[in-house]
Structure formats: structure tokens, C-alpha cells
């Protein structure tokens, strides 16, 4: 039933040309320079520590690695990550 559910609304933003990110569940993830990163459409955060973040999101998993890491804005739908971002590893669920 999920599913299906699923495919409807992709169908329903294809034909209303509405971007994937927001009508939908995938998340987008905005990087500038090396020391932020907004991810949007997030779900929550499994792991914090200065040096490595796991943020859950509909589709996977995002690891963050780096130094001085922190959360400088959170809300029900983005998050804002500061510090020097090392590397960034994605998990599929799918």
C-alpha cells in the first residue's frame, strides 16, 4: 500500500513539474567550501560527535567525518553542519 502511495505522488509532482526535494522524500544535500553543509528532508540524527555525524534520511544513511563538527541549526526539516568536513560517505537503503 506504501508503495503505491509512493508512485502516486511522484506522479502527481512530475506532472505538476514539482522538484523531487520538495515535494517528495529525497533529501538534498547543499555543500559550501569545506566547512558547511545543509541537508534538507532528513529524518534525524543517529550519531554526534565533534569529529563524525550519521544523519538518517528517507533513502540512507549520510556520515559525515571531520573536525569540529557541530550543528549550528536544526529544524523538523533541514539541518545545518559546520566544522571542517573531511568526507562525506552515503548509505542506500535501497
Do not use: C, H, W
Request: proline share 2%; glycine share 8%.
Amino acid at each position: 500500500m506504501r508503495e503505491s502511495k509512493k508512485k502516486l505522488s511522484n506522479k502527481l509532482n512530475r506532472l505538476l513539474e514539482i522538484p523531487k526535494e520538495v515535494g517528495g522524500i529525497y533529501p538534498k544535500i547543499t555543500i559550501v567550501g569545506f566547512d558547511e553543509m545543509l541537508i534538507e528532508n532528513y529524518k534525524g540524527i543517529s550519531e554526534y560527535e565533534d569529529f563524525y555525524m550519521k544523519i538518517n534520511t528517507e533513502m540512507g544513511i549520510i556520515n559525515i567525518n571531520g573536525f569540529n563538527l557541530e550543528l549550528e541549526q536544526i529544524t523538523e526539516e533541514d539541518a545545518l553542519v559546520r566544522g571542517k568536513i573531511e568526507s562525506i560517505d552515503i548509505e542506500r537503503l535501497e
